[in-house]
């Protein structure tokens, strides 16, 4: 018999001894792949320094969080892009537009992994960070990589203030210029870093002159031309219009902003598994939606402007960030391999610990970091839970182990040692016989 841990998420159905649904809760590889590709896409507009030096501080927390698989730290691949694609749309580019920050000119940075500003680095495009047969590591950098992310992801605050972090991520993925930092077989995840929302144009107009069509060349055209509110906001003139909105989304029809699915299939496609992707962003309370007149920067005229979603005193006075409508739809396509975390604070270390986890579970770990119900007065937890194993889209039900099943069964067993989690439990496979690496098991149960 082959015993192998493992953890999924949950698919729903109908329970003889619960009431109400199974929510899923992991997905976990058959196979644990301990290779990650770790993109980060850093804003680098003129209101992002202090976020910056928060993520750098709190990134140690990430790799802690991620030190804590079986077998230590994963085989690694860290890069970093920002989010400055200057006036590069889908279809062409648009006009300049000038300031010596926050200004927006050609393709930007156009995707490029950030090289050459870490001595500790040398030329090299990424980190690597990965276990030799011995245990050791083989490291293309010297010193602490805590001290070398930090160089790369300091990326400034002169960039586009018209962040377009989807088409930076794509581009970063696509660019030739970026070879080697994306490994064929390797899980891969991406965290966004922005106090605003994807503004990923589609025409080069968006850019342009166009007032009375537009509006103002400021970035709200990204709110009013990208996002579609369900209440308040049906409409891009009911986005112009002032008033809290409920229920946004991007705007699948918009002439001038991409549509988000199109980043959605991207990813999903990219390894040829979705299970193999989590997308991460340290963003503004995508559901706080308020549009207000406002001057904007040097002028005295009110033009229709987002409320922020969230506020913070930061080290210089009080900090903001705009809802990530956009932003929180991509998270939400992948669930259960994704974390949503809030920018609005000076320490971001539960942000990355979060993330960490989250990139944890993606390697494959199998405890169990989602509360379960104790459904019987017994001692111990008695969950509600259901697995699914096999490949996608081909996955069978599996029974539980107990008297009558010792094998291709599963158990929730307590790990007080191995998992920091609040219920300290983690999934055990008894299988007759090995997997494939095309297999998941998922895991639902009745959560608390």
Not at 210 to 237: K, M
Request: aromatic share 4%.
């Amino acid at each position: 018999m082959i015993g192998i841990a493992a953890l999924g998420l949950a698919a729903c159905h109908e329970s003889e001894v619960t009431v109400g649904e199974l929510q899923e809760v992991m997905v976990l590889p058959a196979i644990q792949n301990r290779d990650i590709d770790i993109l980060f896409v850093v804003d680098s507009s003129p209101s992002m320094s202090d976020q910056q030096r928060a993520l750098v501080a709190s990134f140690p927390q990430m790799m802690d969080a991620l030190a804590t698989l079986d077998g230590g730290l994963p085989n690694l691949h860290i890069g970093v892009v920002t989010t400055d694609m200057g006036t590069t749309t889908a279809t062409g580019v648009g006009l300049a537009i000038p300031g010596s920050a926050g200004g927006c000119f050609g393709a930007g940075d156009d995707g490029v992994l950030r090289s050459g500003v870490v001595p500790e680095l040398g030329s090299a495009l990424y980190i690597s960070d990965v276990a030799n047969p011995d245990g050791t590591r083989a490291r293309n950098y010297t010193g602490e990589l805590r001290d070398v992310f930090s160089a790369l992801a300091t990326v400034g605050a002169e960039g586009c203030g018209y962040e377009q972090p989807f088409r930076a991520m794509r581009r970063a993925l696509e660019n030739p210029a970026n070879a080697g930092f994306l490994r064929p077989e390797a899980n891969l995840a991406v965290v966004i870093l922005s106090d605003e929302d994807d503004c990923s144009a589609k025409a080069p107009s968006f850019f342009g002159s166009d007032t009375q069509t537009l509006g103002p060349l400021e970035s709200f055209r990204c709110t009013r031309f990208g996002v579609t509110c369900d209440t308040g906001g049906t409409t891009e003139a009911d986005m112009n219009m002032v008033g809290a909105k409920s229920d946004c989304h991007d705007n699948p029809t918009s002439a001038y902003v991409d549509d988000v699915g199109q980043y959605v299939d991207f990813l999903a496609n990219l390894k040829g598994d979705p299970n193999r992707v989590m997308v991460a962003a340290i963003v503004g309370d995508p559901t706080q939606v308020s549009v207000a007149l406002k001057p904007p920067p040097q002028a005295t005229v009110p033009i229709p402007s987002l409320e922020p979603a969230c506020s913070f005193e930061g080290p210089n006075g009080l900090e903001v960030a705009d809802p990530a409508v956009r932003i929180g739809q991509l998270l939400a396509a992948f669930p259960s391999r994704s974390a949503l975390t809030s920018i609005c604070s000076q320490d971001l270390s539960l942000s990355l610990t979060s993330i960490g986890y989250a990139a944890k579970k993606l390697v494959g770990d199998p405890c169990l970091d989602v509360p379960v119900a104790d459904t019987s007065a017994a001692e111990g937890i008695q969950p509600a839970c259901d697995v699914v194993e096999g490949p996608l889209g081909a996955e069978t039900r599996m029974a539980a182990c107990d008297d009558t099943h010792s094998t291709d069964c599963w158990r929730l067993a307590p790990a007080p040692v191995e998992c920091a989690t609040a219920d300290k439990l983690r999934l055990q496979i008894a299988r007759a016989a090995a997997p494939t690496v095309q297999s998941y098991a998922h895991l639902s149960c009745l959560t608390r």
